[in-house]
């Protein structure tokens, strides 16, 4: 199992930007995918989940901002983001399967190496 993010950089604040996550070694179309980010110093933290069937889930603090889709004949996840702040500043992590909450653990589930996201004021 393989999960690669990319598409991070360096915005302004209220400047758009999208990640991706290329997906390897399992059936893509049938799993779920989560988006989650990490500030230095503190807990790893979901932001985004996407079902096989195309359902979507946010948390509370990027809903309406962040748009998650999937390509399953590119096995790729992507994470839209939108109205951008200086607190969404951070790594952002994809895995496959379905993690809803705070405090996850990357030594649990299969993780990608993460894309840094930096927004400046």
């Known amino acids: 199992v393989e999960v690669v993010e990319s598409g991070g950089g360096l915005v302004h604040a209220g400047e758009s930007l999208t990640l991706s996550c290329a997906a390897s070694?399992?059936?893509?179309?049938?799993?779920?995918m989560t988006w989650a980010r990490q500030v230095p110093g503190e807990g790893l933290n979901w932001v985004s989940v996407?079902?096989?069937?195309?359902?979507?889930f946010y948390s509370n603090t990027v809903k309406g901002r962040f748009t998650i889709s999937r390509d399953n004949a590119k096995k790729t996840a992507y994470l839209h983001m939108t109205s951008l702040k200086v607190d969404d500043t951070a790594v952002y992590y994809c895995?496959?399967?379905?993690?809803?909450?705070?405090?996850?653990?990357?030594?649990?589930?299969?993780w990608g190496q993460g894309t840094q996201v930096t927004v400046s004021a």
């Open positions: 895995a496959k399967g379905a993690m809803i909450g705070n405090d996850l653990r990357r030594d649990f589930g299969d």
């Open positions: 996407i079902n096989a069937e195309g359902r979507e």
């Open positions: 070694g399992f059936t893509f179309s049938e799993t779920a």
